[in-house]
């Protein structure tokens, strides 16, 4: 019997946190915190899954079921995706799933994108089904916006094609930035953000003050589009100012919160920062900053009650690991 096992890294969002799911680029960062995947086919006709990290262990369910009933929250994204998958790519067996993650779902680094996309280049190299990026792309796309119902799309091409990528939705653009690491400083708040809700608030404000809103993604946009530049020319400094500017903007959208505030206070106030603000949906999470003393600035974030994570950025994307 063939198994593979794939994995594909969480991310960090550096740029156009919620404009982008309004139709503005954001820029996003693969880290080096991954989550595998081993897949095998299973001769009863269901769906069989294992992911200890969130507390299952021995789920089944008939493949004529998929999508029914309740479905755990550890077990939506894959129980989806595994129905768009058999959509698209009829098989007659059954499948058995196992996950591991190096990474605690709290931390906003988009585990259920990059367990799904796992998942998905798993099902594609154990049926021989030739790998195209954007085909995946558009699988887990679809599982995500039928679990979710929002979102742009960003951390699942994240998890696809890795490294630091300027995007635009759904993939119209996917842009990789030449660069070889971001001296980049996390910071998690300790709180978790609940992204779907943080979401629906600004789409709720963004209807409500529809000009409001409009004109600060322009100007994140335009942000954006210097930092593109700013990364490119490996000028941290200018990239770090460009931070300051959108943490800015996503305050006056309301999306911040004390924690965040207070950490990435910390970072500034100590003058080694080059710039910090928060990442995603704000409301919790992570902060992220960029300077070059990373030592000074974990300290800094420590003393305000954060947890410095050890990520580097520009990590690589989904790949099949071992297929035995
Ligand atoms: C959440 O991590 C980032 C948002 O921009 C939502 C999204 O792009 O799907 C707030």
Redesign the pocket.
Known sequence: MRRVTTSAPGKL?LFG??S??YGHP?IVTAIDQRISVVVEKHEEHVFALSAPDVGLVEYKKPKNQLGLHNVPRGVTFLETLYKVFLDRYPQNDGIFVETKSQFSSSF?F?SSSAVTVAFGRALMELYEIPFVELDLFRMCYQAVMEVQG??????IASAIWGKTIYYVKPAKVVEPLEIESIPLIVGFTGVKAD?AT??RMVEELKTRKPDFVQHIFDQIEEITNLARSAISARDWRAVGQLMNQNEELLEELGVSSKELDALIGAAKDLGEAHGAKLS??GGGDCMISLGEDKQKIEDAIAMKGGEPMNVMANAGGVRVELCE
Do not use: L, P, R, Y
């Open positions: 969002m946190d919620h982008v799911v954001c906003g988009g929002v979102g742009s799309g960003f951390d992204t943080i979401v995603g949906a």
